[in-house]
């Protein structure tokens, strides 16, 4: 029987897909408290970091075409080991970065329903919430796929709103933060503790690479899909952060209920405007869940093969005899979160607090496979020089030189600035920094742990 050949995607399908798959709404209150001068830094992290980024993965795509992207790259490079780190950080970053989103969502169901809602009750509805994301995940994929499609409509709806409602706000009312040239210009202030969430809200669109051997002509295509998708992303977030900039004044922005607090400022007064305010919060609680259901669910399944091919512990690899999820992954994420949750709340003084604790120290995690990332494209490089290449990076050695130390250093500043927020104004508070540093150390020992048993039991099997 003649297999149908699949139809390839093209930039429009594939910049639809990184998109929802990107964009999360937990870190558009982050890139509002930055000010005005937001969008300055956004147009600066695009040439100085997207650029070079993009065009490591166009590269490394296209050279070397893998479903496992970042993973695949990087043992090519490295080896098993290097490997093994990678995917142990891909997958227990969703389990460290879950409680952020459950306490933002607990935060903003509070603001507008339940003003009086005390952390604790707050860290049990996050709980509530981490276990009914992987009972979504154990129980069926149809499920989860679904949920990822009405999330990402949900995302894209949110922001859109909040966009077209602070335009039409800023006209009929004025706005509450001054948009002046002088404003605009990017500056070392309190607000600076945020940069690195730019750098974390564009990372991601290397999830184009992974479907290589679909993409129609991927040298042209998978450069100007990222790029574009780059762009789009960032006006997205913008046009998101201009509505919470016209309605809120920076200082008095929340990080946990900002979103929540400048849809009541945008929305009120008519009957319509109060329904649209309800059905958009409930807009944005979904999404939270959303995030959460579609990336504990992929994370699951790569850990899961990964397990197969013994780069992981072999109980990650263990599936459901009746939906065929892997819930072995699954399940270690929700102990992971809960752990995370619980361990996190003796340290925070509020929720505000206790949300970005728990983001900076997941985000660390998150970043530093894209070290690797970048190391590994330079490695390639000059381990096999005459491999042909559809695309190439421009610039000779001075180019690949260039992009090498570009990537390193945002991803680099991005790490450091999650630990230490206050540096670039000349003060480090230990309260903040001291649970992350903890919490890194724990992680990589229990990561260092993993990666030695199963180099072992590769050893032993060779």
Request: charged share 10%; net charge positive; proline share 4%.
């Amino acid at each position: 029987m003649q297999e149908i050949p699949q139809k390839k995607m093209g930039v429009s399908i594939l910049t639809a897909f990184t998109i929802c798959a990107v964009i999360v709404l937990d870190t558009l209150t982050a890139s509002a408290m930055i000010g005005p001068s937001a969008f300055t830094w956004w147009i600066l992290m695009l040439i100085g970091f997207v650029l070079p980024y993009t065009m490591v993965v166009a590269e490394l795509g296209t050279t070397w075409v893998a479903e496992g992207g970042i993973y695949d790259w990087v043992k090519r490079a490295f080896g098993d080991g290097m490997a093994a780190r990678t995917s142990f950080m891909y997958w227990i970053n969703v389990g460290l970065w879950m409680p952020s989103v459950f306490i933002l969502f607990a935060g903003s169901f509070s603001a507008l329903y339940w003003p009086d809602m005390g952390i604790t009750v707050q860290i049990i509805m996050c709980l509530l919430l981490t276990w009914l994301t992987i009972w979504f995940c154990n129980t069926s994929t149809k499920i989860s796929l679904n949920i990822a499609k009405w999330g990402a409509w949900a995302k894209v709806f949110v922001i859109l709103a909040l966009g077209v409602a602070g335009v039409l706000h800023a006209f009929q009312y004025g706005v509450a933060n001054h948009f002046t040239l002088q404003s605009m210009l990017p500056k070392l202030s309190e607000g600076s503790k945020f940069l690195p969430v730019i750098i974390y809200s564009l990372l991601g669109l290397e999830l184009v690479a992974c479907m290589g051997k679909l993409i129609d002509r991927p040298a042209q295509t998978m450069t100007k899909t990222m790029q574009i998708s780059a762009i789009l992303i960032a006006a997205l977030y913008l046009f998101g952060t201009l509505g919470i900039l016209v309605a809120l004044p920076q200082d008095h922005i929340s990080l946990v209920s900002g979103i929540i607090d400048a849809l009541k400022i945008l929305f009120s007064g008519s009957l319509f405007a109060k329904v649209m305010l309800h059905l958009l919060c409930i807009c944005t609680l979904f999404s939270f869940i959303c995030n959460m259901v579609t990336w504990t669910s992929g994370a699951s399944r790569a850990a899961a093969e990964a397990a197969l091919a013994q780069d992981l512990p072999k109980w990650l690899a263990i599936k459901s005899p009746k939906y065929d999820t892997p819930v072995g992954a699954n399940n270690a994420t929700g102990v992971v979160s809960s752990v995370v949750i619980l361990s996190y709340s003796q340290f925070a003084q509020g929720n505000n607090d206790l949300f970005w604790s728990i983001f900076s120290f997941s985000s660390c995690i998150f970043l530093l496979p894209y070290l690797f990332l970048f190391a590994a494209w330079f490695s390639l490089r000059n381990k096999y020089p005459d491999q042909p290449r559809p695309y190439r990076v421009p610039g000779g050695q001075f180019g690949k030189y260039l992009v090498l130390c570009l990537g390193l250093f945002f991803i680099g500043q991005g790490i450091i600035l999650f630990i230490f927020p206050d540096l670039l104004i000349g003060s480090i508070s230990m309260q903040h920094s001291l649970p992350i540093i903890l919490g890194l150390v724990i992680t990589l020992i229990v990561q260092e742990i993993c990666v030695y048993k199963t180099l072992k039991v590769q050893r032993d099997i060779s």
